[in-house]
Structures are given as C-alpha cells and as structure tokens.
C-alpha cells in the first residue's frame, strides 16, 4: 500500500547556499546536516537537498501545504525564488502556484481546504 508524501529531494548546485535558503523558506535548520545530503523537517515530512543531482524544473512537482497562498508566494518571492506558475484556482476553493528556487527546481505551493491531516499515515 502507497502512503502518503514522505521526502521531496531537491537537486541543488550549491549545498550551503541551498541549505540557507530554504532555512529561511520553511523557517527550521536541518535535522540532518552532512556533506552528500541535507534533510528538514517540515510539518511531519522531509525535505531534502542532494548536492550531486542536476536542478532544474524538468522534474517532478511537489506542492508544500500553505494556509495563505498569496502571502507565501511573496514571502518565498522576496527570498530569490522566481515566479514559475501563477496563483491559479484550481477548483473546489484549491489553488495552487509553482515557484522555483535559486537552482531552478520548483518549489510547489497548494491551499486545499479540503485537505485532511488526520489522514496522513
């Protein structure tokens, strides 16, 4: 049986930079600190930084939950992340924006208030 998100990797060109970065995005320092990976822990999953990856957008797209799309899509803008996808509605009150990192990798925003953290496994 597939559980839910876990981990989301994020190839990054430079570790420390990286690192900081998302430091200040998600507003936690590093549970996991080591020269071949870096891992955070953001509301019960992981986030993690690969040093030896290839960043970019070409990847997979992982939305990070937020209560308030439109103030974090300007905080995380004013941090150096570059406007990707534009805040759209989705349908059923979810909406979403794609952001992407000082690597290029897309660092996915969705408000769903349809979403149930009791159901997370």
């Given at each position: 049986m597939i559980k839910g998100l876990r981990t989301a990797i994020y190839p990054v060109a430079d570790l420390a930079a990286a690192k900081a970065w998302y430091g200040s995005v998600f507003g936690v320092a590093p549970y996991f600190d080591q020269p071949f990976y870096v891992g955070f822990s953001v509301g019960g999953f992981e986030l993690g930084l690969l040093p030896d990856g290839t960043p970019g957008a070409t990847g997979s797209m992982v939305y990070w939950g937020v209560d308030d799309l439109d103030a974090e899509v300007a905080r995380i803008l004013?941090?150096?992340?570059?406007?990707?996808?534009?805040?759209?509605?989705?349908?059923?009150?979810?909406?979403?924006?794609?952001?992407?990192?000082?690597?290029?990798?897309?660092?996915?925003?969705?408000?769903?208030?349809?979403?149930?953290?009791?159901?997370?496994?």
């Open positions: 004013a941090l150096g992340a570059t406007l990707h996808g534009a805040i759209q509605d989705v349908g059923g009150g979810i909406r979403t924006a794609e952001l992407a990192d000082p690597d290029g990798n897309l660092l996915c925003l969705i408000d769903n208030p349809h979403f149930d953290p009791s159901a997370v496994r």
